[in-house]
């Protein structure tokens, strides 16, 4: 017989506790060990006033954060809300089950006021790469590098034309970070290509094609990591174009050597950084080898020769074309000794009209010119070395490998809901980008260094 508890009455006391409410292989558990936030706390101390009100707690304030961006909880209003219902993110912030759950606008003022200042979500995440480094999950010898798109919190609807310049109405703590990054090789100074539009409540973002469907506004969030288990070294936001993506690898690299003493043997990436000046910057600056294709427009599409069927001299410093001819830079002298290197950085080596003229080989070689000429970049030893590269095993493994930064961003669209920014300015994108990477860097912690589970007895 089904029974029926026919009256309510509830208890006078009750024996409750979280910790036990707690799972012993919940997500928050695992993460807890890995946050320590006792050196942040002496850092944002000159930052509160010795008088006055007791303040909310800054440790609850980032472990909300942390909560959020590790559940894809994108509203701060809403997590807000699940910390107050959730006894699981109770537990994980140290509010007990009575605890007054902070209103949502204090993030807001923390945000634009102490943490900015501090630098404190930055200094966080380099507290938990510091921890990952400790567990031994950081090998140090292979990096990988890509960017990727986030739309920005823009709306096309009320975009004006990139000439015109902003609206003289225009204004915000959005437009304030945009004037004062315009000399910032990542953001303003990045390209002297005007864009086509701008979006007035958030000008730093980019009007962008680049996923060859409708344009939007974005940025782009760059990601180094170390290959061996997809551990994030660093991040950096960007205007979402290809310049301001390299600035950045070369930012993160420099960094990660400053603050962690993290000199990587190889840098595996896409040919948006295989430019000569990049992989000239990585052999001879860094002495990194660069496991990048190279980006190279020398094959014509016409079919007739390449600059791959010229063979370069070191010692002569001239190029010989399949019929032996030779092409040098100049073909008589100069009282001024001229270096020939034009302002693209490339140097022209060109043929004789008299031996160009009767070859059996012009037509397929310069049937339109009178003579042949090739181009050579200054850097064109860096992209040699690259291009022997490619030919190795290594290679093809760090082909493979560079799919772990790649599955990074999808992970963070598709499970942390990073698709679209909800903060405004390159500061409220360097925010969300820098909460996102310590998030997925705390996940992983959890996944390699799981809690050891107790023997049972006997």
Same mark, same amino acid.
Request: proline share 6%; glycine share 6%; net charge positive.
């Given at each position: %017989? ?48 010795? %008088? ?8 609850? *304030? ?65 507290? =938990? ?105 660093? =991040? ?25 003493? *993290? ?72 009282? =001024? ?8 950085? %490339? ?112």
């Amino acid at each position: %017989m089904m029974g029926e508890r026919r009256v309510r009455q509830d208890a006078l006391f009750y024996e409750f506790s979280l910790e036990r409410h707690v799972p012993e292989r919940h997500l928050l558990r695992s993460i807890d060990r890995f946050v320590a936030l006792d050196g942040l706390r002496q850092e944002l101390a000159p930052f509160y006033s010795e %008088m006055g009100r007791p303040s909310i707690d800054p440790e609850l *304030l980032i472990r909300m954060l942390i909560v959020g961006y590790c559940f894809g909880i994108r509203s701060e209003r809403r997590l807000c809300e699940e910390v107050h219902l959730n006894l699981a993110y109770r537990w994980f912030c140290g509010l007990g089950l009575d605890g007054e759950v902070p209103d949502h606008s204090t993030f807001s003022k923390n945000r634009h006021g102490r943490f900015r200042d501090s630098d404190l979500l930055r200094r966080l995440f380099e507290t =938990v790469l510091q921890r990952c480094i400790e567990e031994g999950l950081v090998g140090g010898e292979g990096f990988a590098i890509d960017a990727s798109l986030i739309a920005a919190e823009a709306s096309d609807r009320t975009r004006v034309e990139g000439t015109a310049g902003l609206p003289p109405d225009a204004a915000g703590r959005a437009v304030e970070e945009y004037l004062a990054v315009l000399d910032d090789a990542a953001f303003g100074a990045a390209t002297e290509v005007t864009p086509k539009f701008m979006a007035p409540a958030d000008p730093a973002a980019r009007w962008t094609a680049a996923h060859r469907g409708p344009a939007f506004f974005a940025y782009s969030v760059n990601y180094l990591i170390d290959v061996d288990n997809a551990i994030i070294v660093d =991040v950096e936001a960007t205007t979402a174009i290809r310049q301001a993506e390299v600035t950045a690898a070369k930012r993160m690299i420099e960094r990660s050597l400053e603050g962690f003493a *993290l000199d990587p043997v190889r840098l595996i990436g896409d040919t948006a950084y295989g430019s000569a000046e990049m992989l000239n910057w990585l052999v001879h600056d860094r002495g990194i080898e660069p496991h990048i294709p190279v980006f190279d427009k020398s094959q014509r599409p016409d079919g007739t020769f390449s600059r791959e069927d010229f063979a370069y001299d070191h010692v002569s410093d001239t190029y010989r074309c399949p019929a032996g001819k030779t092409l040098q830079r100049y073909r008589r002298r100069f009282t =001024v000794p001229r270096s020939g290197v034009m302002k693209n950085n %490339m140097i022209y080596y060109r043929a004789s009209k008299h031996d160009c003229g009767p070859c059996p080989f012009k037509s397929g070689c310069c049937p339109n010119e009178p003579a042949r000429k090739v181009q050579r970049s200054i850097h064109e030893g860096a992209r040699d070395l690259a291009r022997e590269i490619a030919k190795t095993e290594a290679y093809r493994t760090s082909r493979c490998q560079r799919k772990k930064v790649e599955m990074l961003f999808a992970h963070l669209k598709r499970i942390l809901k990073l698709d679209r920014l909800r903060l405004r300015g390159p500061n409220g994108a360097r925010d969300e980008f820098h909460l996102a990477a310590t998030a997925q860097n705390l996940r992983k912690l959890a996944k390699l260094m799981p809690i050891p589970m107790p023997m049972p007895a006997g």
